[in-house]
């Protein structure tokens, strides 16, 4: 299994206060991605990156913001949580884009009250 | 920008029977494609990919995908399902070129009858 992990693994948190999860990687991949998970949506990228301080938006970017300062370690940040980001995140990583395949970690399963 | 489209949101198969689920794809530009799996409260693994030269595609746990593009269709295939292959399955495409995202489907629950 690719080396990836997700923390918190569970979080319950109120409206309004910021959130902070965490993707690190131990395979030294180049991309880095930020899914979140909805029924009837399958998942959506939030953000990725392409290298240590190079992200760019995905289709729902919006609420959501990303920091890459090591390869390792990839940061989604809700600044102020609502419950329309109640989901389950997903991070991915890529040895070079979507040709390459994009191995997943376990998910962070959120819940915004 | 390209698109998916995943006609079938839950497909029940008895156990041993065949399997089909549709994927069709929108797109201005040529793409790769992709199948992933998702089995219960796991994260997405690589099923089968498609970049290019023949348009049939073997994966893992015995499935195959064919491409056509004049159909603009990536559908999914098993000869014979298992009670192991309960699972969300999702369609996957990203541009030939600028291919740094994947954009996925929203996903078919294939769930197996005994």
């Known amino acids: 299994d690719a080396g990836i992990t997700q923390s918190p693994r569970h979080k319950v948190t109120e409206t309004g206060t910021p959130v902070t999860l965490r993707c690190h990687q131990t395979e030294n991949h180049r991309y880095m991605y930020w899914y979140r998970q909805d029924p009837g949506h399958g998942l959506r990228l939030i953000h990725y990156?392409?290298?240590?301080?190079?992200?760019d938006k995905g289709e729902v970017s919006d609420g959501y913001s990303v920091s890459r300062s090591k390869t390792e370690d990839f940061l989604l940040t809700l600044e102020s949580a609502t419950s329309s980001q109640t989901s389950v995140y997903f991070c991915a990583i890529s040895e070079s884009g979507a040709y390459y395949e994009q191995y997943f970690g376990p998910g962070t399963r959120l819940t915004v009250t | 920008a390209q698109s998916v489209t995943q006609l079938d949101s839950q497909v029940p198969v008895f156990e041993e029977a065949p399997v089909e689920l549709r994927c069709n794809y929108s797109s201005s530009v040529s793409v790769y494609l992709f199948w992933y799996v998702q089995y219960p409260n796991q994260g997405l693994q690589l099923l089968l990919k498609?970049?290019?030269?023949?348009?049939l595609v073997k994966g893992i746990n015995g499935f195959e995908a064919e491409f056509n593009k004049s159909q603009t269709s990536f559908h999914l295939r098993k000869p014979s399902v298992h009670i192991s292959d309960t699972a969300e399955y999702f369609c996957a495409v990203s541009r030939l070129f600028g291919n740094e995202k994947l954009t996925f489907g929203t996903g078919t629950r294939l769930t197996i009858i005994p």
């Open positions: 498609y970049l290019s030269g023949s348009t």
């Open positions: 990156s392409y290298g240590v301080k190079d992200t």
